[in-house]
Structure formats: C-alpha cells, structure tokens
C-alpha cells in the first residue's frame, strides 16, 4: 500500500491543475454503490474509479465503443473473460472485473498511475514491450484526460490525499 501511496502522490505532484466542475456521479446510486465497494476490497483510490468510468462510459452501463468495449468500464470481450465477467452489462460485474484489472495493472506498474492508465488505454503488453513507456496522441490525451478528471473528484470529494496539496 506504501508504494500505492508513494505513486499517488508523486503523480499528483506532477500535475499542475484539478479540473472544477460538477462530477458526474450525481444519479448514479448504483454505480457509485458497487464502484465504491469494489474500489475498496481492491485498494484502488475511489475517485480513481470514478473518473475512469467517467472517462470511458459516462456513466452509462450499457456503453459500447467502436472497438467493442462493454459496460460502465469498458472492457474488452477478452478481458472480460480473464476476469469472470459473464455480462458485461451487469453493473456489479463489471465493476468487479474493472476495478480487478484496473488493481492488477497497479500491482503490475508499481502504483505509477501514468502508466496503469496508459495500459488500461492499451493494455499492458504494449507498455511492457516499450521498456515501461507509451506512446501516442491518443494514449497522453486519454491519459490527460483521466488526470483531470481524478483530481476534480479528489476536490469533489476532499479526500486527504488533496488536502495534503492544500485543497479545501
């Protein structure tokens, strides 16, 4: 869990701004429920959770993105699979399988949130195969992207990891 810390901190170091604005978890009890539950048991922040599947579904359990990624955390068919999730659909599978996978790539990055995010973009292969770099427009937008969202859910939610950036 330290080195968990240790990457949270220095990759919220790193960034120089939190986005504001309202958080879209507003009328997703559900959602939120499971997602917070699973964000727990596997030690993952929950607003981490959170602004991924902003990020990837909107919020919207029934997503489906061009390449074939299902659910509220849009996993592919094949992770999916490696995780259990029979239904992708299902709003606590999916979670289940999501946050899994999302704990598995902290595991396997060391708590380094820029590169878990770039392989749960790309997958872990391609991270792995670059000696642990990423490359891409789209990988440091999607990356970016997932940045600003956490840190406005870390403000939304004052956790103590903002106020020791001296958040409100």
Not at 17 to 44: R, T
């Amino acid at each position: 869990m330290n080195q968990l810390c240790t990457g949270l901190f220095l990759w919220l170091a790193f960034s120089a701004s939190a986005a504001v604005g309202m958080v879209p978890e507003n009328g997703h009890d559900e959602v939120v429920y499971y997602a917070d539950a699973y964000a727990a048991h596997y030690e993952i922040p929950k607003e981490l959770v959170h602004a991924i599947i902003t990020q990837e579904s909107g919020w919207n359990p029934s997503a489906v993105s061009a390449k074939g990624a299902m659910g509220l955390m849009q996993l592919m068919p094949a992770t999916a699979q490696e995780y259990g999730v029979r239904n992708p659909f299902d709003i606590a599978e999916n979670l289940s399988g999501g946050v899994r996978y999302l704990a598995d790539l902290m595991q396997q990055f060391g708590g380094d949130f820029r590169l878990v995010l770039a392989a749960y973009y790309r997958g872990s292969r391609p991270i792995l195969r670059r000696g642990l770099h990423y490359s891409g427009v789209d990988v440091y937008a999607y990356v970016a992207s997932v940045r600003r969202l956490y840190l406005a859910e870390l403000a939304f939610h004052k956790s103590p990891a903002n106020l020791v950036l001296g958040g409100d």
